[in-house]
């Protein structure tokens, strides 16, 4: 499990273990890891450190402070190291060593700037890290646009500059990094977008802060993680202890949802899937996938009489295509009725959006909206949600009472009282039609098979994930376990220091991915699960 903090946290872990250390130790510490993954990404890039050229964002607070003395490290290796001061102050002791180290300063002008831009091999970006606050003034953000420009790779120093590093909001200008060196541990917007999407790869320089950090805000579960507490049948398994799970999706007007739905489960190793639904769903959920036990449902029939036909289930998978009308709203109420855990997607979001009393229920409720679904679910604008996913999602779940996994380019998991799980599978081409469906149906197979809300959406939301990078490379397996490796290989070229640990991010849709479909996404779960 990575583990990420707010700058609090991350405050309060410093100051506890500074009281312990000479001063000026961390940030040395800081600045000789900074300075190392540098000097291995221009050894990458040229070749050598030596006569390489490396422009510094300099801000005025200790950020500033890692960067100069980073950069004077970088300048006794024979770079030639020029730094943009953008503060009205710059840190005394890094200047210093800079300038004795034969680096060269100069205060902020735009024309300057530009040119050292367009000339470094690597540019720092140590204008802000965990003490910036809100949008980037000037200076600050006309230089966190102007690296947009740059001609090397960029890195950013703690936080790319314009990121809370707690939230990963981002309010104004802010630097795009192709890399960022974090100190001590992860900061919590560096995971989360549209901070995640600004941090390009994390690299983490150890400073001595674990044995001082509390419970972290964000964890992003690996590999390992997952295979850990995914179910595995044993020679004891049959279908009912492997897990009945119960869908009910789709309706006459929409049928393709049950179908993905219904396949997702299947595949993800559902003991049993019982299906649900009005006539027409049910014939094609039969032709397509005939392992399905179906139940064609009677609208005439009370609430208590419902479901009555379809036998027992150990979970619930409600409402993709299920409709939004009366007789949706009749199944909604039977399914949520029940003792048994459920996850509430698509239309069943928009019916308990409308039905706040449906979520009055004692067993565990999984909703999986994305953020225009949260958004109604809320009453909050999809455009703030957007902005500040983190906090939305972990409102959500303490306003609704359910685990809450929030949809979207980096897909969230939060439930009361634990850290926000953060997904790093998946790849851009996931945004189309119906994947969510396949999601459903996994998540409810993990439900039926015992797993808790939390453990079955962030596991599901893996797997998911990772199918989906299999499918777009073409059901070739190799490399798409790539929490750790996607994003950093596709954009940059990185010596030793800067792969393997690096790359903390989903596909980025480039670099041999193809455009899939849903139901690619639900046939590549078994090679997904093989690799776990
Ligand atoms: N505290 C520690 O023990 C350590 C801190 N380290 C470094 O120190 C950093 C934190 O240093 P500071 O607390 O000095 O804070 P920062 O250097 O992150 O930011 C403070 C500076 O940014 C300015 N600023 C804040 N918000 C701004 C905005 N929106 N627009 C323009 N300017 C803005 C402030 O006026 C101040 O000059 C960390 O991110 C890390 O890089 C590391 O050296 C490791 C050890
Ligand atoms: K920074």
Same mark, same amino acid.
């Given at each position: 499990?990575?583990?990420?903090?707010?700058?609090?946290?991350?405050?309060?872990?410093?100051?506890?273990?500074?009281?312990?250390?000479?001063?000026?130790?961390?940030?040395?510490? +800081?600045?000789?890891?900074?300075?190392?993954?540098?000097?291995?990404?221009?050894?990458?890039?040229?070749?050598?450190?030596?006569?390489?050229?490396?422009?510094?964002?300099?801000?005025?607070?200790?950020?500033?402070?890692?960067?100069?003395?980073?950069?004077?490290?970088?300048?006794?290796?024979?770079?030639?190291?020029?730094?943009?001061?953008?503060?009205?102050?710059?840190?005394?002791?890094?200047?210093?060593?800079?300038?004795?180290?034969?680096?060269?300063?100069?205060?902020?002008?735009? #024309?300057? #700037?530009?040119?050292?831009?367009?000339?470094?091999?690597?540019?720092?970006?140590?204008?802000?890290?965990?003490?910036?606050?809100?949008?980037?003034?000037?200076?600050?953000?006309?230089? +966190?646009?102007?690296? +947009?420009? #740059?001609?090397?790779?960029?890195?950013?120093?703690?936080?790319?500059?314009?990121?809370?590093?707690?939230?990963?909001?981002?309010?104004?200008?802010?630097?795009?990094?192709?890399?960022?060196?974090?100190?001590?541990?992860?900061?919590?917007?560096?995971?989360?977008?549209?901070?995640?999407?600004?941090?390009?790869?994390?690299?983490?320089?150890?400073?001595?802060?674990?044995?001082?950090?509390?419970?972290?805000?964000?964890?992003?579960?690996?590999?390992?993680?997952?295979?850990?507490?995914?179910?595995?049948?044993?020679?004891?398994?049959?279908?009912?202890?492997?897990?009945?799970?119960?869908?009910?999706?789709?309706?006459?007007?929409?049928?393709?949802?049950?179908?993905?739905?219904?396949?997702?489960?299947?595949?993800?190793?559902?003991?049993?899937?019982?299906?649900?639904?009005?006539?027409?769903?049910?014939?094609?959920?039969?032709?397509?996938?005939?392992?399905?036990?179906?139940?064609?449902?009677?609208?005439?029939?009370?609430?208590?009489?419902?479901?009555?036909?379809?036998?027992?289930?150990?979970?619930?998978?409600?409402?993709?295509?299920?409709?939004?009308?009366?007789? #949706?709203?009749?199944?909604? $109420?039977?399914?949520?009725?029940?003792?048994?855990?459920?996850?509430?997607?698509?239309?069943?979001?928009?019916?308990?959006?409308?039905?706040?009393?449906?979520?009055? $229920?004692?067993?565990?409720?999984?909703?999986?909206?994305?953020?225009?679904?949260?958004?109604?679910?809320?009453?909050?604008?999809?455009?703030?949600?957007?902005?500040?996913?983190?906090?939305?999602? $972990?409102?959500?779940?303490?306003?609704?009472?359910?685990?809450?996994?929030?949809?979207?380019?980096?897909?969230?998991?939060?439930?009361?009282?634990?850290?926000?799980?953060?997904?790093?599978?998946?790849?851009?081409?996931?945004?189309?039609?119906?994947?969510?469906?396949?999601?459903?149906?996994?998540?409810?197979?993990?439900?039926?098979?015992?797993?808790?809300?939390?453990?079955?959406?962030?596991?599901?939301?893996?797997?998911?994930?990772?199918?989906?990078?299999?499918?777009?490379?073409?059901?070739?397996?190799?490399?798409?376990?790539?929490?750790?490796?996607?994003?950093?290989?596709?954009?940059?070229?990185?010596?030793?220091?800067?792969?393997?640990?690096?790359?903390?991010?989903?596909?980025?849709?480039?670099?041999?991915? *193809?455009?899939?479909?849903?139901?690619?996404?639900?046939? *590549?779960?078994?090679?997904?699960?093989?690799?776990?």
């Amino acid at each position: 499990m990575r583990t990420a903090y707010t700058s609090d946290q991350i405050r309060t872990a410093e100051t506890a273990l500074m009281a312990r250390l000479p001063e000026g130790t961390l940030m040395s510490r +800081a600045a000789a890891g900074l300075a190392m993954v540098c000097a291995n990404l221009l050894k990458g890039v040229r070749g050598r450190v030596y006569g390489s050229h490396v422009a510094l964002l300099v801000g005025g607070g200790d950020n500033g402070g890692d960067t100069l003395y980073a950069g004077a490290l970088l300048a006794r290796r024979g770079a030639r190291v020029e730094a943009v001061l953008a503060g009205s102050r710059a840190h005394e002791g890094g200047l210093a060593a800079l300038l004795a180290a034969g680096g060269r300063t100069g205060p902020f002008d735009a #024309a300057r #700037a530009g040119d050292l831009l367009a000339r470094a091999d690597v540019v720092l970006d140590g204008l802000v890290g965990i003490g910036g606050g809100g949008a980037l003034r000037e200076p600050y953000g006309t230089l +966190a646009e102007l690296t +947009a420009e #740059a001609a090397g790779l960029v890195v950013a120093v703690d936080v790319p500059s314009g990121v809370d590093a707690s939230s990963g909001r981002v309010e104004g200008p802010a630097v795009r990094a192709h890399l960022t060196v974090t100190f001590g541990a992860y900061k919590a917007g560096l995971l989360v977008d549209p901070g995640a999407s600004h941090a390009g790869s994390v690299e983490l320089v150890d400073i001595g802060l674990g044995p001082h950090l509390p419970d972290p805000e964000v964890a992003a579960p690996t590999g390992d993680d997952v295979a850990g507490l995914l179910p595995r049948p044993g020679a004891e398994s049959d279908k009912y202890r492997r897990g009945v799970v119960g869908i009910a999706a789709g309706s006459d007007r929409y049928t393709g949802a049950a179908v993905l739905s219904v396949g997702g489960a299947v595949r993800a190793g559902a003991g049993m899937v019982r299906f649900a639904s009005a006539a027409e769903p049910v014939r094609l959920v039969r032709a397509r996938w005939p392992e399905a036990v179906t139940t064609v449902l009677d609208p005439s029939s009370s609430p208590e009489s419902l479901l009555e036909e379809v036998g027992r289930v150990q979970a619930w998978v409600l409402g993709p295509g299920l409709g939004t009308g009366p007789e #949706a709203h009749a199944v909604a $109420r039977a399914v949520l009725s029940s003792d048994v855990p459920v996850l509430v997607d698509a239309d069943g979001l928009t019916l308990v959006a409308k039905d706040r009393t449906l979520l009055r $229920r004692a067993a565990p409720t999984v909703l999986t909206p994305h953020a225009g679904e949260l958004s109604r679910l809320l009453g909050v604008p999809r455009e703030q949600i957007e902005a500040a996913r983190l906090d939305h999602v $972990r409102r959500a779940a303490a306003e609704l009472g359910a685990t809450v996994l929030l949809k979207g380019s980096t897909t969230l998991v939060a439930e009361e009282h634990r850290p926000v799980r953060v997904n790093t599978t998946g790849t851009p081409w996931l945004a189309t039609g119906g994947t969510g469906d396949v999601l459903s149906g996994i998540t409810g197979a993990l439900l039926a098979a015992g797993l808790s809300g939390y453990d079955a959406a962030s596991c599901a939301a893996y797997v998911h994930g990772l199918a989906a990078r299999i499918a777009a490379r073409g059901g070739d397996g190799g490399g798409a376990r790539a929490e750790a490796g996607g994003r950093a290989e596709a954009r940059y070229e990185a010596g030793d220091g800067g792969r393997g640990e690096a790359g903390y991010g989903a596909g980025d849709g480039g670099c041999g991915e *193809a455009p899939i479909a849903a139901l690619d996404v639900a046939e *590549a779960i078994p090679a997904a699960l093989r690799m776990l």
